[in-house]
């Protein structure tokens, strides 16, 4: 029988997530210190210790808690679930899953799977271990509020131990499945089949591979639809655009350390001495909450990281491709949010997906907007993405 929880009030999620975010992009002021070391406080329970195995069916619940303070109206819970990576192996997921209080409506809700972006890859960093976990959902009182169960995984190798996910989209799209699998599990009969799917920047990346692999993976779901915010499209041009400053040289750590564990690509073709070097403490802090850490080691790679072109050098440039989403229509309708004034996922890439999306017969909507920068773009999509999901969804939540 599934258990009733302690209600409390959230954070703003989005503020903060922009904040931080325009940390890494800008410098860190002594208020920004102030949030880094808020979001960075970790919870200190015993619910990640000693887990099971992850053998078993995917989207299983092995585990869960009750967790504390969040928005008020819901309940939400800690959980571990189990998965499979991109060879088919049994990982363990750990996640978040929210409820709104009251009965469900006749069908049961609607579940919105998230796909959060780029916290980092080591397992203290993913967003379930923060205090306030509820700080990285962007929109969550808005989507508890239209009457959506939430379930967010931290993606396979964060929260606890298993192979590194960072961009890995088949790992990672399992996961964000799997997490709405294990969200009907938990929630039985107050959950439907009905799964919507959000993501934002990795995670946009995460939920369109999530799209892609739906019919193939977890048929039974019915994915009706996913929106998506300044999503990491067209990998190898990212890594080449970003890698001129902090925040490039950092998501590179983390994506050519993932794909040389995943793939066993040998790092000494792409990257320099002082990279390499720098990789195991740069891969062990966290994006954001531990933002003046990791500028002290990136900085001085700045200009010194890579020795070729990651779009002109193999294996690189076939896991870069292998791992950008869009080789085939999504086949569900997409909402795609970019900001124009976004420094780190340039918009005219996400036209040019977009744009490819069209042509290959995908039901897209494009939703860009001036203004929004990399870190406030998801906030300032929110209610398109409410009204194209209450229009996809037809349940009213």
């Known amino acids: 029988m599934r258990r009733r929880g302690i209600r409390g009030h959230s ?11 325009a940390a890494v992009l800008a410098g860190c002021s002594q208020e920004v210190r102030g949030e880094e070391d808020l979001a960075a406080r970790p919870y200190t329970g015993a619910f990640y ?16 808690e009750l967790a504390a303070g969040g928005p008020f109206g819901a309940t939400a819970w800690r959980i571990l679930f189990r998965s499979t990576d991109l060879s088919g192996n049994p990982v363990l997921n750990s996640g978040m899953l929210l409820e709104p209080d009251g009965p469900a409506p006749d069908g049961g809700r609607t579940i919105v799977s998230w796909a ?51 961009l890995v989209g088949d790992t990672e799209g399992r996961n964000v499945l799997d997490a709405a699998r294990a969200a009907r599990d938990f929630l039985g ?45 067209d990998l190898a041009s990212l890594m080449r655009a970003d890698i001129s400053d902090v925040s490039g040289v950092s998501i590179a750590s983390y994506a050519f350390d993932a794909y040389s564990e995943v793939y066993g690509a040998p790092l000494d073709s792409i990257l320099t001495p002082a990279a390499i070097a720098a990789l195991p403490t740069m891969n062990g ?35 870069l491709a292998a791992n950008t989403p869009g080789d085939s229509a999504i086949p569900v309708p997409l909402l795609v949010a970019q900001g124009l004034s976004d420094k780190l996922v340039r918009p005219s890439a996400t036209a040019a997906f977009v744009d490819e999306q069209k042509q290959r017969g995908t039901d897209v909507v494009y939703d860009p907007i001036p203004g929004a920068t990399h870190g406030t773009v998801a906030d300032k999509a929110l209610p398109a993405v409410l009204r194209f999901f209450d229009r996809l969804d037809g349940s009213g939540g």
């Open 11 to 21: 954070g703003a999620a989005g503020a903060l997530v922009a904040v931080l975010t």
């Open 49 to 64: 210790d000693d887990p099971p195995a992850a053998a078993g069916k995917p989207g299983e619940i092995v585990r869960s």
């Open 116 to 166: 959060h972006p780029t916290t980092g890859s080591d397992e203290k960093c993913a967003p379930s271990r923060s205090v306030d976990p509820y700080v990285w959902i962007e929109g969550l009182k808005a989507l508890l509020d239209q009457g959506y169960a939430v379930v967010a995984t931290d993606y396979t190798g964060m929260g606890v131990a298993g192979p590194n996910s960072y």
């Open 189 to 233: 009969s107050a959950a439907s089949e009905r799964v919507l799917l959000w993501g934002h920047s990795q995670g946009g990346q995460v939920a369109l591979f999530a799209a892609q692999l739906w019919t193939e993976y977890a048929p039974e779901l019915d994915v009706r639809a996913v929106a998506v915010a300044a999503p990491a499209t």
């Open 285 to 319: 802090f966290c994006l954001l909450t531990q933002n003046n850490a990791l500028h002290d080691v990136a900085q001085p790679l700045v200009g010194r990281f890579l020795t070729g072109d990651p779009d002109a050098t193999e294996p690189w440039a076939a896991l």
